[in-house]
């Protein structure tokens, strides 16, 4: 079976709407679980994909203890990014 994939959205979506898509589709909570396990191996285009799908607003990364001089910014998929979303994405 064939894991299902989706477009690009116009702009990435907020923390909230990420996690919210994922706990609302089933689908999307595989397909981003299937970038994130590739992304994790150093595949630059799974990476690429969640970045266009998921950059969380500068009050989200506040609530998280994040700012954006933060090293650990979340603007690009870096381990922090990657973190966040295998929080939220777990399968």
């Known amino acids: 079976m064939t894991a299902k994939t989706f477009p690009r959205p116009s702009k990435p979506r ?20 299937g970038q994130l396990r590739k992304a994790r191996k150093g595949d630059a285009a799974a990476a690429a994909t969640l970045a266009a799908h998921f950059h969380p607003q500068p009050s989200e990364l506040s609530a ?6 933060s090293p650990a910014r979340c ?14 994405a777990h399968v």
């Open 14 to 33: 907020s923390f909230k709407k990420f996690v919210k898509k994922i706990i609302t589709d089933p689908d999307f909570a595989k397909f981003v679980h």
């Open 64 to 69: 998280l203890n994040l700012t954006e001089s």
């Open 75 to 88: 603007h690009n998929t870096n381990p922090t990014t990657l973190n966040i979303i295998g929080f939220v």
